[in-house]
Nanobody, 127 residues
Framework: QVQLVESGGGLVQAGGSLRLSCAASGRTFSSYAMGWFRQAPGKEREFVAAISWSGGITSYADSVKGRFTISRDNTKNTVYLQMNSLKPEDTAVYYC????????????????????WGQGTQVTVSS
């Protein structure tokens, strides 16, 4: 497993931007697919975005497509989530997670596929 620590959350007005970072420990970071999930109060954790080990393949939830961008820097063991045009409904705790994905498998968008999780970072978007 890999240890993950998120940062970059905060309070922002609607229409604003934030960039979340997730720093990973361990020498095998580049072998993992990485994902971002979020959980709002009273709601289930939901998929936001995922990126392949190389960064060449990405996947997004429909609700964030065109507004959020996931990226990674394997030299820094870090995955990012650039969030633009934020809406109040984006308010949630955001978690990064790591998954082992075979080359023949698609990027997973279900949480059970991910076996390492960060502690989460709060994002609050005011209207």
């Amino acid at each position: 497993q890999v240890q993950l620590v998120e940062s970059g959350g905060g309070l922002v007005q609607a229409g604003g931007s934030l960039r979340l970072s997730c720093a990973a420990s361990g020498r095998t970071f580049s072998s993992y697919a990485m994902g971002w999930f979020r959980q709002a109060p009273g709601k289930e954790r939901e998929f936001v975005a995922a990126i392949s080990w190389s960064g060449g393949i990405t996947s997004y939830a429909d609700s964030v497509k065109g507004r959020f961008t996931i990226s990674r820097d394997n030299t820094k063991n870090t995955v990012y989530l650039q969030m633009n045009s934020l809406k109040p409904e984006d308010t949630a705790v955001y978690y990064c997670a790591a998954a082992t994905v075979l080359p023949s498998e698609p990027l997973p968008n279900w949480s059970l596929k991910y076996d390492s999780w960060g502690q989460g970072t709060q994002v609050t978007v005011s209207s």
